[in-house]
């Protein structure tokens, strides 16, 4: 008899007849529409009866009541940078028992990696766009992400895939009851930190968790810093040496307090805001943070 299951799970799961019928009976339907037949099941015959089988099945397939994904939830998994080159894919679709946490589903996608699940300590996990616990439930329609370490919304903090435009977020933040401006501008250097060329850099970002992430940390610098204002922008994409890839503009009414705001919000960025660097060699690459 045939074993397969339907929708095919990563891992064997548990039996459950009504999946086996389900399948047998996808198999047979594709390959003789006019015949509906379970092969060995008892009682299949040709006719009403079939029909009526076949009738009972599909109620299954949309009941989740008594269908076959009856105990069992389907979860989108994404996957960045480093993750996605090596798994060769950038999303999932899995189908786990209820009661599965985070660290079920990270075992399924990688566990038969080479590598991949030695990094679950240094992993961190989206669900749903939000920052969650490793060991967090999950729910039949979740979208969890894998974030391997970051190398590094509001109209206020953007990611954009054009030349950042620092004086145009100097003016931005500029007003009348600010005495100073503190600009902080990451530009691509001819060199990786081994001191080996780079070509060029190439950024990656989970965007919408991004944003929210650069958002909060204004939020922060808003509450620690009242009165001041801050803008943020990341690029994304290819850039070329001596290109800026983030700045940072933070206006307050004095000095000191400008300088420690920025510095605050490039520190955070590097902690916290999913965006990972690759450093483009003439012989090869590498994801900065992941160190090979």
């Not at 009504?18 to 006719?47: I, M």
């Not at 329609?141 to 953007?158: I, N, T, W």
């Not at 030349?163 to 060199?191: K, M, Q, S």
């Not at 690459?285 to 160190?291: E, L, N, R």
Request: include cysteine; hydrophobic fraction near 40%; proline fraction near 7%.
């Amino acid at each position: 008899m045939d074993s397969r299951r339907f929708p095919p799970p990563r891992r064997q799961l548990p039996k459950q007849p009504a999946w086996r019928e389900v399948a047998l009976y996808k198999r047979s339907f594709a390959n003789d529409a006019s015949t509906v037949c379970w092969g060995d099941t008892p009682g299949c015959q040709a006719g009403s009866e079939s029909i009526w089988l076949a009738s009972s099945v599909l109620s299954a397939l949309t009941d989740p009541g008594t269908g076959p994904h009856t105990g069992y939830m389907r979860i989108q998994v994404r996957y960045f940078a480093y993750f996605r080159e090596q798994l060769g894919r950038s999303h999932d679709e899995v189908d786990l028992p209820d009661g599965s946490d985070v660290a079920d589903l990270w075992q399924r996608c990688v566990g038969d990696h080479p590598r991949l699940p030695q990094l679950w300590g240094s992993t961190a996990v989206a669900i749903n766009g939000e920052y969650a616990g490793r060991e967090a439930p999950l729910h039949d329609g979740d979208e969890v992400a894998f974030l391997p370490p970051v190398s590094g919304g509001a109209p206020r903090c953007r990611l954009v895939d054009r030349r950042i435009d620092v004086a145009a977020l100097e003016a931005e933040v500029g007003a009348a009851r600010h005495g100073a401006i503190a600009l902080f501008i990451g530009v691509v250097r001819e060199t990786s930190p081994t001191g080996k060329p780079v070509q060029y850099l190439e950024y990656e970002a989970f965007d919408r968790m991004a944003v929210s992430e650069m958002d909060a940390i204004a939020l922060q610098i808003d509450e620690r810093w009242p009165g001041c204002s801050v803008a943020i922008e990341h690029r994304v994409g290819r850039l070329e040496i001596g290109e800026a890839s983030v700045a940072i503009a933070v206006a307050t009414p004095h000095r000191g307090a400008a300088f420690e705001a920025c510095r605050f919000a490039i520190d955070r960025l590097k902690e916290t805001v999913p965006i990972w660097k690759k450093e483009i060699f003439a012989d090869g690459s590498q994801w900065v943070g992941m160190g090979a």
